[in-house]
């Protein structure tokens, strides 16, 4: 059990379907103070990893998706770590069709945090794009995140793509992909002004190498 922020007697507002209209307004209100904004973040993940309704959140799986990556930029580490968990609530508990139809949503807004400050903020966002994989096509989604993360401005995003190819073929069968695309896709990363870029390029191209 757990307190909603502002609960009162009587039936309780809700955005998304299922999320306590309180909670989201904290969420929303950018002069909150920090423990209050910690609370409702931490509020919002149990609802959307505990509810046994999550499809009620497919109409407005949009506007989630936007809310939850606006905390992906919040300067609190356990905020960011909390909201990747979210992120992967609907991915895991959603019907396959859903997830597919807003993969292109999800590696858009995950993407750009592969880079993260953080290393165990990185290792989570890989970890869920792994997690999408299972759910729809692997090369989808790696295709998606490549064509984002390659050309991202941030050279971490871009090493971090890279290491998540490698990830993506060291986990399903090579017959998932059409293997000389992705090497054709990350080769370009060789001549990346970064040092790191290259050599994360380089690994995967010899781990190919037969």
């Known amino acids: ?15 998304f379907g299922i999320v306590p209209s309180s909670t989201v307004g904290i969420l929303s209100d950018s002069g909150i103070d920090a423990r209050a904004r910690s609370h409702a973040v931490n509020e919002l993940k149990i609802v959307i ?13 949009d506007d989630l998706i936007e809310i939850v990556s606006g905390l992906l930029k919040d300067e609190d580490f356990k905020a960011r770590s909390e909201a990747i968990d979210i992120f992967a609530a609907p991915v895991q508990k959603l019907p396959k069709r859903v997830v597919a139809s807003k993969a292109e949503l999800f590696v858009r807004k995950l ?5 993260d400050t953080n290393g165990l903020v990185r290792e ?3 970890k869920t794009f792994t997690q999408m994989m299972h759910v729809v096509s692997s090369a989808l989604v790696l295709d998606l995140s490549c064509g984002d993360g390659l050309c991202h401005r941030t050279d971490r995003v871009r090493q971090e793509t890279i290491n998540l ?20 896709t990350v080769a370009i990363a060789l001549i990346d002004e ?15 190498d037969t």
Do not use: W
Request: charged letters at 15%; a positive charge; glycine letters at 4%.
């Open 165 to 184: 190819v490698i990830i993506a073929l060291l986990t399903f069968p090579s017959s998932d992909f059409d293997l000389p695309h992705v090497a054709k």
């Open 194 to 208: 970064r040092r790191p870029v290259r050599q994360a390029a380089l690994a995967y191209l010899e781990s190919t």
């Open 111 to 115: 993407c750009r945090h592969l880079g």
């Open 124 to 126: 989570s966002v890989a």
């Open 1 to 15: 059990m757990f307190t909603i922020v502002g609960q009162q007697s009587g039936p309780v507002s809700k955005k």
């Open 49 to 61: 990893e505990d509810t046994q309704n999550v499809q009620l959140v497919v109409p407005h799986l």
